[in-house]
């Protein structure tokens, strides 16, 4: 494959789809994936995504690079907490191939949230191709969407954010500062930022003119992710904004004033 710009062919010549074409570094070990359990909520009762399918993945899944790890995380505390809990201590949870197995049975066009707690799976910062390959092929047909606190700039992590997004699986890139945001897009990422439990302002502008729009379900109790969608399909240059809350939220306004 030529480093940049043109077009990748196969050993005959002939030119190879993007989705078709490997990654160019060594796949995350299978033992590592076989470490994490996952778990699907058919039907969420969570007020704010209403009745989706929901997942959770291991606490092994978040990465070090995430500013609210034992620091403000919404979902330390609380029933979350406790099945987040339960289903990185193995009681509760299924191995991924289960997990892409329950995946692909639901319905075509079904929207769904990955990992209401939990991240991408890794090894050491770098996410894994096994498990984005898998989840992209498992999603296929059906409208997917989580978030990561994974570090762009780390191995291939770009590279297979930006194959997730082009087949289907939106990743949007959790951001602290609209620095980090307007990057994330300029990446080709659709980006979230969070911003302080005290944000007043409901929508306004990053330096770089992307439009900044607070999560309807934290404006208004009618709307939950079953009817909003943003986070599954919006404008390319629309960063969702989530107000800092839950019990943590102290200590998650001090991470995000941090890193702004
Ligand atoms: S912006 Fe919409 S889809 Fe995203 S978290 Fe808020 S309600 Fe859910």
New binding site residues.
Partial sequence: MPPHGGKPTSSCGLFVPQFLRPFSYPIAPKEMLQTLRFHLTRVSSNV??GPIPVSTSSKATCPATCPFMKNGCYAASGPLAIHWQAITKGDRGTPLADFLQAIRSLPAGQLW?HNQAGDLPHSGGRISRRFIRGIVAANRGRRG?TYTHHDLSKGENLPLLRFANRNGFRVNVSTESEAAADRAIAAGLPA?IAVPSTETRKTWHTPAGNAV?V????RSDT???AN?????NRGRRVV?A?LAHGTGKKKANAAIAAAS
Avoid: S
């Fill in positions: 704010k995504t949230r969407f979230v729009l999560c309807p379900a934290q709307k939950t992710c909003c969608q943003l986070c599954e969702i989530f």
